[in-house]
């Protein structure tokens, strides 16, 4: 499988939209600008047919040093997490 590299993004934006490169650029810039925002105040952003971008809070928890093997506590955290949504699930499961 492949990858999609944020300069691919910005081709396949631009050839669908009609706009310039540095269009396309702009407008993907400010997508991620807008969803890496609205996360960071703890915002959930929805985009219909997408998916969802969301801020979980990961308790704290009892791990493993992995090269000891002694018990170690890992720190309580927040993590970004994103839900596909069921147009997205089904786009895939083609």
């Given at each position: 499988?492949?990858?999609?590299?944020?300069?691919?993004?910005?081709?396949?934006?631009?050839?669908?939209?009609?706009?310039?490169?540095?269009?396309a650029?702009?407008?993907?810039a400010?997508?991620?600008?807008?969803?890496?925002?609205?996360?960071?105040?703890g915002?959930?952003?929805?985009?219909p047919?997408?998916?969802?971008?969301?801020?979980?809070?990961?308790?704290?928890r009892?791990?493993?040093?992995?090269?000891?093997?002694?018990?170690?506590?890992?720190?309580?955290?927040?993590?970004?997490?994103?839900r596909?949504?069921?147009?997205?699930?089904?786009?895939?499961a083609v």
């Amino acid at each position: 499988m492949g990858r999609l590299s944020k300069a691919d993004l910005v081709k396949v934006v631009a050839d669908k939209t009609g706009l310039s490169r540095k269009g396309a650029e702009r407008a993907v810039a400010a997508f991620m600008d807008a969803v890496r925002e609205a996360v960071t105040r703890g915002e959930t952003v929805r985009i219909p047919g997408f998916g969802t971008f969301a801020v979980r809070e990961r308790a704290a928890r009892q791990g493993r040093d992995i090269k000891t093997g002694e018990p170690i506590t890992v720190p309580a955290r927040k993590a970004v997490v994103f839900r596909a949504g069921e147009g997205l699930k089904r786009a895939v499961a083609v």
